[in-house]
């Protein structure tokens, strides 16, 4: 869902700093490449935080503590309003990065080997297959009510997309699972059991 979100903001991004703020190509460009550094930014912070906090509460303050911070970006403004678009838009870059570590390793400790390759490639297929969805919803959006209205609507989803980690599995733990509990041979019919 959140992928699906991030994914509309892109497809709307220079659309809406163009058209709706008027900034010159130049400006464009450094507040898009905001994004890599605040991706950047989540990659070297992971380890230590969680390292200090575990990866359930990492995922959690990813999702829930740094993820509505894109909620900013439509606030921005021409001059000193673009502040809140740098900001929104590096700690949202912060969040998914950051998540995006806690996640890939998750997965990569707690699928069986010879399940890995299988399940990375599923996670794949749906986070990337949402990637059209979310462009067609972007721009949709955006000719629909306007570009800072869609970033209002797909920052909104962004943000509550968090709200599926609020589980009881993840809420009460610091850390995600190491490995996947070991298989249970099932009983054939018949079998009486000892």
């Known amino acids: 869902v959140g992928n699906l979100a991030l994914i509309g903001f892109v497809a709307v991004q220079v659309v809406f700093l163009v058209r709706t703020l008027g900034l010159p190509s130049a400006a464009v460009g450094l507040l898009v490449a905001v994004q890599g550094v605040g991706g950047l930014a989540g990659a070297l912070v992971a380890r230590r935080i969680v390292d200090r906090i575990g990866t359930a509460r990492g995922l959690l303050l990813a999702a829930l503590g740094a993820g509505p911070f894109c909620l900013l970006a439509p606030l921005a403004s021409r ?11 590096f700690m949202t870059a912060i969040s998914v990065v950051f998540s995006n570590v806690i996640i890939g390793s998750f997965r990569q400790a707690y699928a069986p080997p010879g399940m890995l390759g299988r399940v990375s490639a599923t996670m794949r297929f749906l986070t990337m297959g949402t990637s059209p969805l979310g462009a067609v919803l972007g721009g949709a959006l955006a000719a629909t009510i306007s570009p800072r209205g869609a970033l209002w609507v797909l920052f909104a989803v962004n943000s509550a997309a968090g709200l599926f980690l609020l589980s009881r599995s993840i809420i ?10 070991p298989a249970v041979e099932p009983v054939p019919p018949g079998a009486v059991s000892r």
């Open 79 to 89: 001059g000193p309003g673009l502040v809140l678009y740098v900001v929104g838009i």
């Open 172 to 181: 009460r733990r610091r850390d995600l699972p190491a490995a996947a509990p």
